[in-house]
């Protein structure tokens, strides 16, 4: 069964932009399918139809995953909450135990390379530390499928690549599936299972091919 199923979906907008035509698309468990294109093709709108937070005007577009985990590029941290603090705050919405939630966030403070930055503010950690901390955030509810929206697009180059190689990482350990926005073609191969290629206003979908996982690193 599907975690993600988009058939002929079209989006067109109030001001009668039409951000997307005829896209139909995948997302499977154990897939990480990265969409790729240049600025302006429908890549973000794609994703927040993916998250619910757009609807389609036609075609159908189903999401079969319930938990779903979103990374997008600002970490959006809470500034007066600590990073602990911070990675409990999904499953405290969620009516997750105390004790329960306070185990989830260690462990994905853990798996995230953030240990021993538990008590530090926002405010004190780099670009690529909140983004940690943001990822952290949405393990905590177990996802089984992860949307990215340009999640390192912001960061400096080498940062950028060891956070990919940490969600690598955590993809193959942690079985989430995802759906992972960028325009860099490198990037989009070097991550994942299955590039989509868009293209045009509207964006349309105009290439599809399967990567070799991991791509090969040297
Ligand atoms: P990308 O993420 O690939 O850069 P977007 O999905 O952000 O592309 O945008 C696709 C098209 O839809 C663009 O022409 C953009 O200007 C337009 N667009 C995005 N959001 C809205 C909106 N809320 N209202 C009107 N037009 C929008
Ligand atoms: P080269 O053939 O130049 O030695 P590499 O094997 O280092 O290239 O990488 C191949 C491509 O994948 C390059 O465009 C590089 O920028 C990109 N790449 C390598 N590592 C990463 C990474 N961790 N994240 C994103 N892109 C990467």
Known sequence: VH??????????????????????LTVNPGEFVTVVGPSGCGKSTLLRIASGLEQVTSGAA???????????????????????????????????????????????????????????????LSGGMKMRASLARSLTLDPQLFLFDEPFGALDEITRERLNDELLRLFTEQQFAGLFITHSVSEAVYLSTKVVVMSGRPGRIVDEFPVDFPFPRD
């Open 62 to 124: 189903r999401i079969d995953a319930s938990r779903i985990g979103y990374v997008f590029q600002d970490a959006t941290l809470l500034p007066w909450r600590d990073v602990q603090s911070n990675v409990q705050l999904l499953a405290e919405l969620n009516g997750v135990s105390k004790k329960e939630r306070a185990a989830r966030a260690a462990e994905a403070i853990e798996l995230v390379g953030l240990s021993g930055f538990e008590k530090h503010l926002p405010k004190m």
């Open 3 to 24: 975690l993600l199923h988009f058939e002929d979906v079209a989006l067109t907008f109030a001001n009668g932009t039409t951000a997307l035509s005829g896209v139909n």
